[in-house]
């Protein structure tokens, strides 16, 4: 069975610094993942995906995130965070089959 | 290209009655996938719907049941509600390839 940790709940950090959000996955076959936003009351945005080739993956508002097979990771990175940037953040696995698993989450709230 | 959109946005019912709540997918895409997201939690999946027929289905009781018309909009049913039910549902809709969800909004259930 898939499933996925998101190793830091919350993270708080000062606007423009950088900021790494953690995500662990486990699976027997080869996935597909996610980073998707949430914003307070909204559904889910995706922020970026890695399907297969470069394990660096580019995504909107300049995040990227980095698949590392061997340490069955997938950290969500961003040199430097804005005010708008404060949201929840949740990672998710995919396998090609009928179900997305997600993460519990991660809140990263930005300060000014 | 018209996004996922889900109704009604807001609900408030009584524990013991029956909700249906409603999404139509994004354009070309011909599966829908719903999911629980309680407060403070990640989605969990419900079930999803391809081309009309279940194709998957999480920990979820049969009193959770869904639908798919031919136009591939999708409907979710719970019954004899619970408290417990009260959660943010959000249907995601995809092609047949499964590997990017686009979400709607959600739609906030909560059971008094």
């Known amino acids: 069975a898939q499933s996925v940790t998101q190793l830091d709940s919350q993270v708080p950090v000062f606007e423009e610094a950088p900021v790494e959000l953690r995500c662990n996955y486990s699976s027997s076959v080869s996935v597909y993942l996610f980073w998707y936003v949430q914003y307070p009351n909204q559904g889910l945005q995706l922020l970026l995906k890695?399907?297969?080739?470069?394990?660096l993956v580019k995504g909107i508002n300049g995040f990227e995130a980095e698949f590392n097979k061997s340490q069955t990771s997938f950290h969500l990175r961003k040199p430097s965070v804005h005010i708008s940037d404060t949201a929840e953040y949740f990672c998710a696995v995919h396998t090609g089959g009928f179900k997305t698993i997600f993460g519990a989450g991660t809140r990263l709230f930005v300060k000014a | 290209e018209t996004g996922v959109t889900q109704s009604p946005t807001h609900l408030i019912k009584t524990r013991g009655q029956q909700v249906t709540l409603r999404c139509s997918s994004q354009?070309?895409?011909?599966?829908v996938s719903w999911y629980q997201q309680a407060l403070g939690q990640g989605p969990q999946f419900i079930f999803q719907?391809?081309?009309?027929?279940?194709?998957g289905r999480g920990n979820f009781p049969p009193r959770f049941s869904g639908l798919q018309f031919p136009n591939y909009s999708s409907e979710l049913n719970v019954n004899a509600l619970e408290l417990d039910d009260s959660a943010l549902y959000l249907c995601?809709?995809?092609?047949?390839?499964?590997?990017?969800?686009?979400f709607g909004q959600g739609t906030r259930l909560t059971v008094v």
């Open positions: 354009s070309g895409h011909n599966t």
């Open positions: 719907y391809y081309r009309e027929e279940e194709n």
């Open positions: 890695y399907l297969s080739g470069s394990t």
């Open positions: 995601a809709s995809s092609d047949s390839m499964n590997t990017e969800a686009f």
